[in-house]
């Protein structure tokens, strides 16, 4: 018998990793992912969470194939789409890294018969200011596509019309920049370009899981991709004829593989310092107007951390990569209905609670704190040992006695919960909802540096 030693690998790395995420927050995740699933009506979906530069989260939920029925697992590939757009950017920096070429050198010297080759940079290639038409932006395969391609023969017709706009002057997705830049790396390194990436990016991070979807197609243990109708059933979606992905969207990994990816972003383990700056600064125009996009990824501030993401969308499968480089926290969410938004939807609401976790530690104990505050408040009193001396004013006999009368009548709370953290006043700011039998209270604290509450203020 054959043993499938990835299966064993996922498998161990899965027990031991959930650990490291509180198993309040898991629950909560496999709360959402079962939610979104629900809603969207997509098949399944695969998530893997960082938390501090390792894989702390790795599940699959739901169904990978319909008939015959097979239950979605971590070690399954998924169609990444254009998350691969990512890789792409990082084979050119590397290339830049070796001093084999620049960011602004032009298209011309590599691809020459291309419309103005030598007005257009290789950075504007990778950060979507070339010009260059779309090939693929349709949301479904046209037939034409069904059909074998080689990127040369895709260069061919949509890089040789004229641009939609001058270089540098606009914005605009176009997945024929990414078969531009696939094929010059290949130029440049004398080798194809997958594998170029394995020899480079894939096989030293140990992403064994990834192959080639322009070349290779998904296997019987992987999971299938499905598109609906309108509110129809899931039905087999038609992949792509072979070529079509080439350096655009061509990646199939498992979520644990795309993780391994992020925490090298993370940590630098490829891209050094000046290349992972310059993949993550917006792109601006030749106005100065920031695009929001960087090389190969999309970028933007979420609460005062950078943060990193793309999507993915091809015939069957959408993806969603995010990361927090600063916070060394990132989300994969692959699912296998194409035009859902589960991914979107799953990682939204996983992000808070990644975030939360990563910006204030002490979430849990400073939950349970004032839980125990609210309750002796409802009994009138107070441990005076964890107030300042502004708060041991503020809680005068009256205020005890308040306190007593309004809240005792009220009984247990159902549900005490953090809604947000943030700084203030040199001090850590929760803000918490207390859902009883017939209201909703609302609680602020403050707490000083030492661990003191300056604050605990119900209204």
Known sequence: MKIDFRVILIAVLACHLQAQLPSATTAKIDAIAAQVLADTGAPSASIAVVKDGKIAHLQAYGKARLEPAAAARPEMRYSIGSVSKQFMAGAILLLVQDGKLSLDDRVGRYLPDLTRANEITIRQLLSHTSGYQDYYPLDYVAPFMLKPVTADGILDIWAKKPLDFDPGTRWQYSNTNFVAAGRIVEKVSGMPLMAFLEARILGPLGMSSAIDLAEKS????????????????????????????????????????????????????????????????????????????????????????????????????????????????????????????????????????????????????????????????????????????????????????????SLKPLGAPQNFRQLSVELRGGMTYRHFEIRLKDKALHLSTFTTPDGKLAQYLIQ
């Open 218 to 405: 998904m296997a019987p243990s992987d999971a299938a991709g499905y598109t609906r109708f309108a509110l129809g059933p899931p039905r087999p979606a038609p992949p792509e004829g072979r070529g079509w992905l080439f350096a655009a969207g061509e990646l199939a990994m498992t979520a644990h593989d795309l993780a391994l990816w992020d925490i090298s972003l993370i940590e630098h383990k490829l891209l050094n310092a000046a290349s992972m700056d310059t993949m993550i600064t917006s792109t601006r125009l030749k106005n100065g107007a920031p695009t929001g996009y960087g090389l190969g990824i999309g970028v933007r501030d979420d609460g005062g951390h950078p943060r990193l993401s793309h999507g993915g969308a091809v015939s069957g499968f959408v993806s969603e990569n995010t990361v927090w480089p600063d916070a060394r926290a990132a989300v994969v969410v692959f699912s296998n209905m194409d035009g859902s938004n589960a991914t979107n939807a799953i990682t939204n609401q996983i992000a808070p609670l990644l975030m939360a976790e990563v910006q204030d530690p002490q979430a849990e104990q400073e939950l349970e704190q004032a839980r125990r505050i609210f309750s002796d408040l409802q009994q009138g009193k107070i441990d005076r040992r964890l107030l300042t001396s502004d708060a041991d004013s503020y809680f005068t006999p009256q205020v005890l006695s308040d306190a007593e009368a």
